[in-house]
């Protein structure tokens, strides 16, 4: 079946596109605002709207295929690519991609992803954003083609079998990180808080004892309203290269920190997401790699989870060789085409490496729902709850697609048998 008609239309995103460098120089919040002028380029505030471009795509049995191009919230911090707008790219979608897109056979997914992913214009590939849409909308594609659920249509092509069991989900808080954690808890997520520790002063501490308070609370917050002793929920919470900072990037300061949070932590397990951000590629690599060792010479069970440097598949790739953290962040839209995140989940399966199935608050409900599909084909070890970061709204879209899809698909086998 291929494709008759192809629209790009400009939207918006579920949260906002933050200058990082800017917050993490101390920016201080103005309401929802930030005061202050950008440091990353291309931005014109330190906070604006975030900003998706739908792709559409028209088959020939007249239903259309949809995927969103999303780009993360921190654009252009960490090595990825430069903000995205609307304005910007759809001309360029519209002189490149269109005349490639119409007239499309859509019969196979995994070809097409690997062929738009791997495009280039002036020299490079496209943006990641435009890849990461255009896929989720070429397997919509297949998908719809072939009367198939996008899980199906990834378990087919990459011989995976099909595994009815829940995900594991992982809410996020933003800055609301106290009553966020009250619905988390309510509604029994699997992993929380992710936190937003993005500022040394307001959320980590000099010290760091804002922090060690923070774990504290949670666990005396999850023992409180946890409705049930067996209701073990991980702690997983994102620092954004502050304790680094504090610590002078030092391993063993660091891994002695950690210890003080796992302390406090328990009885459950603790995931520290971007313990340092060292700049660059090879040095997040090593510090990394020298704190784990750092844990692991005490004794500790504290994980550390990749984010910042470990963007792209040759990167997880990178990180998960190295032997540098115990789990990684596979940041959807970083990644670009879809096809990425399914083959770095598989990857990390592959070397026994934890594999997290992130992405950004600043994504859509298409985006959230593609992504679902491919999370229960892959199976990660946790999925993120997006889009947006009032949990309840991502929470919704997230755990009902992945139930409607177990429903279809039990119903699916009952036929079968």
Not at 103 to 131: M, P, W, Y
Not at 213 to 228: A, E, H, N
Not at 383 to 397: A, S, Y
Request: aromatic share 8%; charged share 20%; proline share 4%.
């Amino acid at each position: 079946m291929k494709i008759t008609n192809v629209q790009f239309t400009p939207g918006f995103s579920s949260f906002f596109f933050d200058d990082q460098a800017a917050i993490k120089s101390g920016a201080a919040q103005n309401g929802f605002t930030y005061a202050g002028a950008p440091v990353t380029h291309g931005f014109e505030t330190i906070r604006q709207p975030g900003e998706c471009i739908s792709v559409i795509l028209q088959l020939e049995n007249g239903q259309w295929a949809e995927g969103d191009c999303a780009a993360v919230q921190y654009s252009g911090a960490g090595g990825r690519d430069p903000l995205f707008s609307a304005v910007r790219y759809i001309p360029r979608m519209k002189d490149i991609l269109r005349p490639l897109l119409l007239g499309l056979d859509v019969s196979k997914f995994t070809d097409n992803a690997r062929f738009f992913d791997s495009l280039e214009c002036d020299g490079s590939q496209l943006h990641t954003a435009i890849r990461y849409g255009l896929s989720q909308a070429l397997l919509d594609a297949t998908a719809k083609a072939s009367g198939r659920l996008k899980v199906e249509v990834v378990c087919d092509e990459y011989n995976l079998p099909i595994d009815l069991s829940p995900l594991k989900l992982f809410g996020q808080s933003g800055d609301d990180r106290y009553s966020a954690v009250d619905k988390m808890v309510m509604k029994h997520v699997d992993a929380l808080p992710h936190g937003l520790i993005n500022n040394v002063p307001v959320k980590l501490g000099e010290t760091g004892g804002k922090l060690q308070k923070y774990v504290s609370w949670l666990v005396q917050r999850i023992q409180t309203l946890g409705s049930s002793d067996s209701y073990r929920p991980a702690l997983h919470i994102d620092v954004y290269g502050t304790i680094g900072i504090i610590f002078d990037n030092a391993p063993g300061k660091i891994a002695d920190y950690l210890t003080t949070l796992e302390e406090r932590a328990a009885p459950f397990s603790i995931y520290i997401e971007g313990p340092v951000d060292m700049g660059n590629r090879p040095d997040q690599i090593e510090v990394l790699g020298a704190i784990r060792d750092a844990l692991r010479a005490r004794d500790s069970r504290v994980k550390i989870v990749a984010d910042e440097w470990c963007n792209t598949y040759s990167d997880i790739v990178e990180f998960v060789d190295a032997g540098c953290c115990h789990m990684v962040q596979i940041k959807t839209p970083d990644l670009g085409s879809i096809h990425n995140t399914i083959e770095a989940v598989r990857y990390c399966h592959s070397r026994d490496v934890e594999a997290y199935q992130g992405g950004t608050c600043n994504e859509t409900d298409i985006s959230a729902r593609t992504c679902l599909h491919i999370a229960q084909a892959t199976r990660p070890q946790r999925l993120l709850v997006k889009p947006g970061m009032g949990f309840d709204e991502g929470f919704t879209i997230t755990m009902n697609e992945m139930r409607r899809n177990i429903s279809i698909l039990e119903t699916k086998a009952a036929i079968a048998t």
